[in-house]
């Protein structure tokens, strides 16, 4: 017969072996589940990189506002900001090498 004390233990390593493959589970899941780094968005106001450069195609400059670029329509192309040295995520072009846009420039 199993002693109080064996049943125990194996109880307990029973419990943390499902915890942790549930925990590995979850961490599967939610990485494939995780949107792509980069999104880019299209319904509000981005911040310009910087006061000079041009807003991207389907993008325009807010009245007395050069800092920003408001979308023009429900149909502008999603952008970010593209860090220097990095290159755009998947589905986005590179314009102006300050933008990432899913729209070709």
């Known amino acids: 017969m199993v002693s109080q004390h064996i049943r125990t233990r194996l109880l ?12 590995i589970a979850g961490l599967a899941i939610s990485t494939l589940s995780m949107p792509a780094f980069a999104q880019g968005q299209n319904r509000n106001i981005v911040e310009k990189p910087s006061r000079a450069v041009a807003c991207p195609s389907g993008w325009r ?9 408001e979308p023009m329509g429900t ?9 220097e040295g990095e290159s755009c995520a998947s589905g986005y072009h590179e314009v102006y090498r300050l933008w990432c846009s899913t729209r070709k420039p």
Do not use: V
């Open 75 to 83: 149909l502008a192309p999603k952008i970010y900001a593209k860090k």
């Open 61 to 69: 400059t807010p009245d007395g506002d050069t800092d920003r670029c």
């Open 12 to 23: 307990i390593g029973g419990a943390m072996a499902l915890f942790n493959m549930a925990l």
